[in-house]
């Protein structure tokens, strides 16, 4: 209840698996549109996997029935879709945005491999998909990968990555892990981030301590950047991270007064 009610300013709830804790923010989100007046569609909530995102969306639908169009709900990289597609030529997309799933990105590194001699086999390209997507949620370039060691296999990597993202742009896409850099680049630029930050008058986000940096970034970026509201609502469990090999970073959580 206390949560549910809070006032303005940053808020952070953390409870175990299965206490709760989605249920207290949908009900938050339902409490600041039917008792505090906020319009659908400058809340944001987040959260990381589809099923959880259609779970809060049906759960916020129930408690609020039509009041419920227009809220910003949905994964981060769903919502960063949806923000990209508004301003794709800002990001080098004059001719819209499309998405590269992991598996369109791990069949085009078999080629990308191939390609190089480097084999072209589902397992050398997932591989490389993973180390070109821990590499991204760390906010990395190609350069930065070559940087972790002088090792051959780091400038074979890097240079697979650079072809891979040329291969991407040539058609028009971006794979999942670009879909937050953009965003980030996005809210980077003076006229839209702002705008933004203004927009959003509370931020939702679920799951905290599975956030990587990139997704820290846009939170900070929105909330309590500069003329930020800090109207954010944290919620986690600080003894998990099973989104770990993702990038994520349970730092965040643990550092969330200080942010």
């Known amino acids: 209840g206390e949560a549910v009610l809070h006032g303005e300013g940053p808020l952070l709830v953390l409870a175990g698996a299965g206490s709760g804790k989605t249920r207290v923010l ?18 944001f909530a987040v ?35 949806r923000l990209l597609r508004r301003h794709a030529e800002r990001v080098g997309f004059p001719q819209g945005i499309g998405v590269s799933d992991q598996d369109d990105s791990v069949a085009l590194l078999a080629e990308v491999l191939k390609r190089r001699g480097a084999g072209g086999d589902k397992r050398g390209a997932r591989a490389m998909h993973a180390v070109i997507s821990g590499a991204k949620n760390r906010a990395w370039t190609p350069d930065d990968l070559r940087k972790q060691s002088r090792h051959p296999e780091r400038e074979r990597q890097a240079a697979a990555w650079e072809e891979y993202q040329s291969a991407l742009r040539e058609q028009g896409k971006a794979d999942f ?5 953009l965003t980030a680049r996005l809210l980077e630029q003076p ?10 008058l509370h931020l939702l986000v679920d799951e905290f301590q599975d956030t990587n940096r990139i997704q820290l970034q846009l939170v900070r970026m929105l909330a309590i950047g500069p003329g930020g509201h800090g109207n954010i609502m944290a919620v986690g469990d600080d003894d998990q991270s099973i989104y770990r090999w993702r990038g994520a970073e349970v730092a965040n959580i643990l550092r969330f007064e200080d942010h």
């Open 47 to 81: 959260t990381f996997t589809n099923k959880a995102a259609a779970e809060m969306k049906q759960r916020a639908e129930r408690l609020l029935g039509g009041s419920a169009a227009g809220l910003w709900i949905g994964t981060f990289h769903s919502i960063c879709l």
């Open 191 to 200: 006229e839209i981030g702002p705008r933004y930050a203004d927009h959003f």
């Open 177 to 181: 892990d670009d879909l937050l850099l």
């Open 26 to 43: 949908t009900h938050r989100l339902a409490h600041l549109v039917r008792r505090r007046g906020v319009p659908p569609d400058r809340i």
